[in-house]
């Protein structure tokens, strides 16, 4: 948890959220997003780095989903504990609604995080796998801007897409 | 660090936006490339901005057993002429993989188009499976010249026909299964357009045109035989230096290695014997299995397995592993 217990010091890094909330993370932690490695790497993190496109909620999100993915692989466990423990931890950290879902999957994007990028657009896939259209547009507000006749003709289009 | 609670309050505006379809392009396609292409099709009539997305797929993935339901000729050539679309209109100049998967009458000249299409759109992989025939008589010649094509699985239920001219320069994974193998040298001329093929596998395939199947391949890291039909006969002639990985399931052949095989790191063999089909048994060709065991030697893993114990006690291999 805590650094300063430990004889070397560990080298941490501020990230600041779009309504300007500071974070304090660790070197492990920060180079797992792909976009503050390279600032890193570039000098360029000093004093903080601002993250004008992800709010401090969802961002205290994807820390949390780093770090344990960071203590987990450096943690010395056998691979197929860590892989397991990974994916329940993965599992519960999806248990989040739609909306949360939706901004996890646009920060991973934009903060360029591969493993929570793949996590969150599978978690939708899913969801709009099991899911009508009809269903689908209600779950995340999908407006129907097609006119009746468009809709006929894409459906008829694409038939052997809708049974 | 601030502890953010799981789930997050929404605010007023969340019940009204559209926060899915605001994503950029790229991410939709990244959430539909996890479905199965009729559900990613499907979502084209979510709304306009989802219309055309599915274009933009990275892999093209046309399974007829999903539309099963409603097999007609009117439907099976709109799914074709779909998959045309997908191919042809797209904006992104490769595609990653092209999956096909016939089971019942699909038209020639459409899959021949399709695949054309996909080769011509520079394709990493192709896995076909068409019902009996069907590819034997349409699988173009491009297939057989690609640059780009570095993974290729074909099941074909036909004699394999091997154009004269075989150029796959970045080929490094063969899958051919259910297919009459052509001649010698029909074989020896598709091996040898493929340098840097790393992966040979010839599953459920028949040898009976085959007299001498020569496999020296320098690259070859894995090789598997499954089930080959009527091998018997066929001399098969290994010279793979830099083979890991070795399974053979079926019928004794008539083995040569070449060479030993000083890089194998793992052998599963497993002979299968079939007295009422008056096949001959591995004590019929038991020096040619004790030198081909032999030659295996080195491995660091070995699984043997001879259906018949009588035999397995006839044989003497001199060595004392256990297996």
Redesign the interface.
């Known amino acids: 948890m805590s650094s300063s217990t430990e004889l070397t010091e560990k080298k941490v890094f501020l990230l600041k959220s779009l309504d300007g ?1 500071i ?3 660790e070197e492990s932690v920060a180079v797992q997003l792909e976009v503050i490695r390279e600032l890193i790497e570039g000098d360029c993190a000093r004093p903080f780095i601002s993250l004008y496109n992800v709010t ?2 969802i961002l ?2 994807v ?2 989903y780093c770090k344990h993915h960071a203590e987990t692989c450096s943690g010395g466990t056998s691979a197929t504990i860590a892989d397991e423990d990974l994916k329940t931890f993965d599992n519960e950290f999806m ?6 879902l ?2 996890l ?2 920060a991973a ?1 934009y903060l360029d995080i591969k493993s929570l ?1 793949e996590l969150t ?2 978690t ?3 969801l ?2 099991d899911r009508t ?1 009809i269903e ?2 209600k779950m ?7 006119s009746v006749v ?2 006929k003709a ?2 008829k ?7 | 660090m601030s502890n953010a609670p799981k789930r997050a309050h929404k605010t007023p505006d969340d019940d009204f936006v559209d926060r899915l379809s605001d994503l950029p392009d790229g991410v939709l396609c990244h959430i539909l490339s996890f479905l199965d292409t009729k559900y990613a099709v499907a979502t084209s009539v979510l709304s306009t901005r989802w219309k055309n997305l599915f274009l933009f797929l990275p892999n093209v993935v046309l399974d007829d057993s999903l539309t099963r339901k409603r097999r007609n000729k009117k439907v099976l050539l709109e799914f074709a002429r779909f998959g045309l679309k997908q191919i042809m209109l797209r904006d992104v100049p490769h595609i990653n993989q092209f999956h096909l998967r016939c089971s019942f009458n699909f038209e020639e000249p459409a899959i021949q188009m399709l695949v054309c299409a996909a080769i011509w759109r520079n394709v990493k992989e192709i896995d076909i499976c068409v019902r009996k025939g069907a590819l034997a008589r349409t699988l173009p010649p491009e297939v057989f010249t690609s640059s780009t094509l570095v993974v290729l699985k074909l099941r074909g239920y036909m004699e394999l026909n091997v154009p004269e001219l075989v150029s796959l320069p970045n080929l490094k994974v063969l899958m051919l299964g259910f297919f009459i193998l052509p001649s010698d040298d029909s074989m020896r001329r598709l091996f040898r357009g493929c340098k840097h093929l790393e992966d040979l596998s010839l599953s459920n395939c028949n040898f009976w045109l085959v007299e001498v199947l020569d496999l020296s391949i320098p690259l070859l890291k894995k090789l598997s035989f499954n089930y080959p039909c009527s091998i018997v006969e066929t001399k098969l002639v290994i010279d793979t230096p830099n083979l890991e990985f070795l399974d053979y399931h079926g019928y004794v052949a008539k083995f040569n290695l070449v060479k030993k095989l000083k890089s194998l790191v793992g052998a599963k063999i497993s002979f299968v014997t079939a007295p009422k089909l008056k096949l001959p048994f591995v004590e019929d060709h038991r020096e040619n299995v004790s030198e081909f065991i032999n030659k295996l030697l080195a491995v660091k893993s070995l699984y043997l397995n001879i259906d018949s114990l009588e035999v397995k006690t006839k044989l003497h291999y001199p060595f004392g592993k256990s297996f």
């Open positions: 909330v974070f304090e993370v401090s909620e205290a999100l820390i949390e248990n989040v609604d739609e909306n949360i939706l901004e999957c646009s994007d990028f657009c599978r939708l896939a899913s709009i796998k259209i689908v547009r995340f507000n999908v407006e129907n801007d097609f468009e809709e894409v459906r289009e694409f038939a052997w897409a809708f049974k």
